[in-house]
């Protein structure tokens, strides 16, 4: 079993910076690519960030330039540093995960609960 817990989320201002965080626990074998999705009321859910096992990235064309998606192997951790925020980045934002659990022979997608970023004056 599988659990990824996001913290980090609040209320900043136009122009401000956040921090997201996202540890996954439990019977762990290996995780390949981790990523961050959001979602706004009305919207879809779309991808924000990812970064592969090999710390390749890739970045939604809107957010490419003000965030930066990094991971710490060694905790099992995906950050999300979040500068220069809009009111357009307002959204629910959920941590992803492709993991292997211990003793698994394949990989499955696993989601946060999600924490919410408010950008607002």
């Known amino acids: 079993q599988v659990q990824l817990v996001e913290s980090g989320g609040g209320l900043v201002q136009p122009g401000g910076s956040l921090r997201l965080s996202c540890a996954a626990s439990?019977?762990?074998?290996?995780?390949?690519?981790m990523g961050w999705y959001r979602q706004a009321p009305g919207k879809e859910r779309e991808l924000v960030a990812a970064?592969?096992?090999?710390?390749?990235?890739n970045y939604a064309s809107s957010v490419r330039g003000r965030f930066t998606i990094s991971r710490d192997n060694t905790k099992n951790t995906v950050y999300l540093q979040m500068n220069s925020l809009k009111p357009e980045d307002t959204a629910v934002y959920y941590c992803?995960?492709?993991?292997?659990?211990?003793?698994?022979?394949?990989?499955?997608?696993?989601w946060g609960q999600g924490t919410p970023v408010t950008v607002s004056s």
């Open positions: 970064i592969t096992s090999g710390g390749s990235t």
């Open positions: 992803n995960a492709r993991v292997r659990v211990k003793y698994g022979s394949y990989y499955s997608t696993y």
């Open positions: 439990g019977s762990i074998g290996s995780i390949d690519t």
